[in-house]
């Protein structure tokens, strides 16, 4: 063999052993990862939750989808849904959200919990665990040594006035006094407005908030619509982060989704006139606004496309 032959047959064989390394190297990474910024959590501590999307691409309409975050409690019951933007180099973090994530609101079960991550067809999951209210709490943040004093003898002041027992009753996790009576956290509910968000560009948008205050303000603060929402959010989040998705890569759709709900919405608007205050008064405006739409949307069209046949 020339001289240049075995020159060059060592170099051709470090440059293929050198590739394979980088490439195994690189595959190694998980196509979506998912993680926790604990593994136990106490009443009141934040949830962070955070990844790296590998093939996330914010140039490539079809590689810039949202991150969602789906968690479900030990008794496999919905939590919440969160869809997280990744920055352009991948990663993403719950931290980036305008409501932070708290356990003690929608997380009030102590057990494990699930939080499975979706992007695409990539998936992945991850747990923690919550102790509730009796459980240890975890310190996030540091104490302060004791600075020493010196103490000085002297004789405590006495308040002479009595102290009168505070009346309002004491609410426990996921309840906020409001009125002097307990109602549901306002702070974390369930998911956010998924389809609405992806149509109108922002869960800032008016729209967004304005559904937001009615699920929020109105329906959960009444165990009818309470049990109502639980439901309703188990059958709404098992298809509307994939409509979603097609919304943000299908412009065409996104406006028509726009169009499809502003009905939905001009008639949600009629809770903001009456005054709801019993269960009776939610379950009568609840029903007739859920017929209302049922109407606009199904027996209208069905009766015009009824009379279109009919002159044929």
Do not use: H
């Amino acid at each position: 063999m020339k001289l240049w032959g075995k020159f060059f047959l060592p170099i051709f064989a470090l440059s293929l052993l050198s590739y394979g390394i980088s490439g195994a190297a690189y595959a190694a990474v998980e196509p979506l990862s998912v993680t926790t910024n604990k593994e136990f959590y106490g009443e009141g501590n934040t949830i962070t939750i955070s990844g790296f999307v590998k093939n996330f691409d914010a140039s490539d309409p079809q590689k810039r989808m949202d991150v969602t975050i789906v968690i479900t409690a030990p008794n496999g019951n919905l939590v919440t849904v969160l869809q997280i933007t990744p920055n352009s180099d991948g990663n993403y973090s719950s931290d980036s959200l305008p409501i932070s994530l708290k356990a003690g609101g929608m997380i009030s079960a102590e057990g494990d919990y699930t939080v499975k991550a979706k992007w695409g067809a990539q998936s992945n999951q991850t747990t923690f665990k919550y102790g509730g209210s009796s459980g240890a709490p975890v310190v996030e943040e540091e104490v302060p040594e004791p600075t020493q004093t010196e103490v000085v003898d002297e004789e405590p002041e006495v308040d002479e006035e009595p102290v009168m027992e505070s009346s309002q009753p004491v609410c426990g996790p996921g309840t906020v006094l409001k009125n002097g009576l307990c109602v549901a956290e306002q702070q974390q509910r369930g998911g956010g407005c998924l389809i609405a968000t992806a149509a109108f560009g922002s869960e800032m948008a008016p729209q967004v908030q304005f559904l937001r205050e009615i699920r929020d303000g109105t329906v959960l603060q009444t165990q009818s619509g309470s049990t109502f929402m639980t439901g309703f959010n188990q059958f709404y989040y098992s298809f509307s982060p994939a409509i979603a998705d097609y919304e943000r890569e299908n412009p065409a759709f996104k406006e028509t989704v726009k169009i499809a709900i502003t009905p939905m919405l001009t008639s949600l608007a009629i809770l903001n006139y009456v005054d709801i205050d019993s269960e009776e008064e939610m379950l009568g405006y609840g029903i007739g606004i859920i017929l209302l739409n049922i109407g606009m949307y199904f027996v209208a069209p069905a009766v015009v496309i009824f009379k279109i046949k009919n002159r044929k």
